[in-house]
């Protein structure tokens, strides 16, 4: 059906941190992640494609890519959706009218260091500013998390922010992928989220059990387990062909925890625009628990124009997921305006 796994040649020795680098008590998905593919000719020989396909990646977001992501993508296929995802092209450098640096105006919506609020009821916690995996489109690719405290410290004052604002029921932890904290320092933060009164909901937005799904281990399941709050985790898939079996036996972990499981994608040309790719996502996220929440046009952040699908065209899909999918099956197409009281429903 969709491109078959395929085992990805070792790394060369200079090119990838080695494991041995780290402390011998770090779990396998640190070690995993420590062995990610960060140099774009290693991703080409790694796929049986020619190295010369690859550009420089820019200076301030280069690539990263763990290997078992590397593992889904179709070998010897320079246009596999998932490699298109990851792997830097030139057209990045191509300055568009439009597309900027902050699109979401996120600097203005910090309500305290480290916490993002915009929404009703709803406030979110920058809990790291690193992420496991580098999707070329994503908006905060320029974000300068340093400045935001996006820290430990930060992570604290946010705490503080929530506990003083009653009208916040949800906790959103988000980042970069709050899932790369390591799963002590989690445990303290919900320990901590569990004590707020006012808070029923923990929601977690997360890419780190679809890229490493190894990541989702005891000690994860057993914290969301142990918190009062109800535990909502958003994942972020955007073609079917992300979903393998190992996916699948992380998710269904999670959900026993329980947690009830949601997926955000975004739109994105060349990679899941055809309403083949949307339904595919849509039917193997159901098969593997999951609803399908938000359908994202793309923010327009700097070095992402290519990635545009225009708008008329995501109605026209979205309207042949509804003509063909269970009303639960077809996320919502959505767009975020900065200002708005809420994201945009388009459809
Ligand atoms: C997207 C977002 C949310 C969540 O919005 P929902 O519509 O509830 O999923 C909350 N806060 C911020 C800052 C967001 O960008």
């Known amino acids: 059906?969709?491109?078959?796994?395929?085992?990805?040649?070792?790394?060369?020795?200079?090119?990838?941190?080695?494991?041995?680098?780290?402390?011998?008590?770090?779990?396998?998905?640190?070690?995993?992640?420590?062995?990610?593919?960060?140099?774009?000719?290693?991703?080409?020989?790694?796929?049986?494609?020619?190295?010369?396909?690859?550009?420089?990646?820019?200076?301030?977001?280069?690539?990263?890519?763990?290997?078992?992501?590397?593992?889904?993508?179709?070998?010897?296929?320079?246009?596999?959706?998932?490699?298109?995802?990851?792997?830097?092209?030139?057209?990045?450098?191509?300055?568009?009218?439009?597309?900027?640096?902050?699109?979401?105006?996120?600097?203005?919506?910090?309500?305290?260091?480290?916490?993002?609020?915009?929404?009703?009821?709803?406030?979110?916690?920058?809990?790291?500013?690193?992420?496991?995996?580098?999707?070329?489109?994503?908006?905060?690719?320029?974000?300068?998390?340093?400045?935001?405290?996006?820290?430990?410290?930060?992570?604290?004052?946010?705490?503080?922010?929530?506990?003083?604002?009653?009208?916040?029921?949800?906790?959103?932890?988000?980042?970069?992928?709050?899932?790369?904290?390591?799963?002590?320092?989690?445990?303290?933060?919900?320990?901590?989220?569990?004590?707020?009164?006012?808070?029923?909901?923990?929601?977690i937005h997360t890419r780190l059990p679809i890229v490493l799904p190894e990541r989702v281990t005891d000690a994860l399941v057993a914290t969301l387990a142990a918190s009062r709050l109800t535990i909502v985790v958003v994942v972020h898939a955007n073609h079917p062909a992300e979903l393998d079996d190992a996916v699948a036996v992380a998710l269904r972990r999670l959900a026993a925890a329980p947690a009830l499981l949601l997926n955000q994608a975004v739109l994105l040309a060349g990679v899941n625009d055809s309403a083949a790719a949307l339904r595919g996502l849509s039917e193997r996220l159901v098969d593997i628990g999951v609803l399908p929440y938000y359908l994202h046009l793309l923010d327009r952040v700097r070095g992402a124009g290519h990635f545009e699908v225009p708008e008329a065209r995501g109605l026209e899909l979205h309207r042949q997921l509804r003509d063909t999918l269970p009303g639960y099956a077809v996320p919502r197409l959505a767009r975020e305006l900065p200002g708005e009281p809420a994201k945009v429903w388009i459809a």
């Open 1 to 203: 059906m969709h491109a078959t796994p395929h085992a990805v040649s070792p790394p060369a020795p200079a090119a990838a941190p080695r494991a041995t680098d780290r402390g011998a008590d770090t779990a396998p998905w640190q070690r995993e992640l420590a062995r990610a593919i960060r140099d774009p000719a290693d991703l080409c020989r790694a796929l049986g494609l020619d190295p010369a396909l690859a550009t420089a990646a820019p200076a301030g977001f280069p690539l990263l890519v763990p290997r078992p992501f590397v593992a889904r993508m179709e070998h010897g296929n320079p246009h596999d959706p998932l490699l298109r995802q990851v792997l830097p092209v030139g057209a990045e450098a191509v300055e568009q009218s439009g597309f900027t640096a902050d699109p979401l105006h996120e600097a203005a919506a910090l309500a305290a260091p480290g916490l993002v609020q915009k929404y009703a009821g709803r406030a979110l916690v920058l809990v790291s500013g690193a992420c496991a995996v580098h999707c070329r489109y994503c908006f905060r690719r320029e974000f300068p998390y340093a400045e935001h405290g996006a820290t430990l410290a930060g992570t604290e004052a946010a705490v503080e922010a929530i506990a003083a604002d009653e009208t916040l029921t949800e906790a959103i932890l988000s980042g970069g992928d709050p899932l790369m904290a390591d799963d002590a320092r989690l445990a303290a933060l919900v320990r901590r989220l569990d004590a707020i009164p006012h808070l029923r909901r923990l929601r």
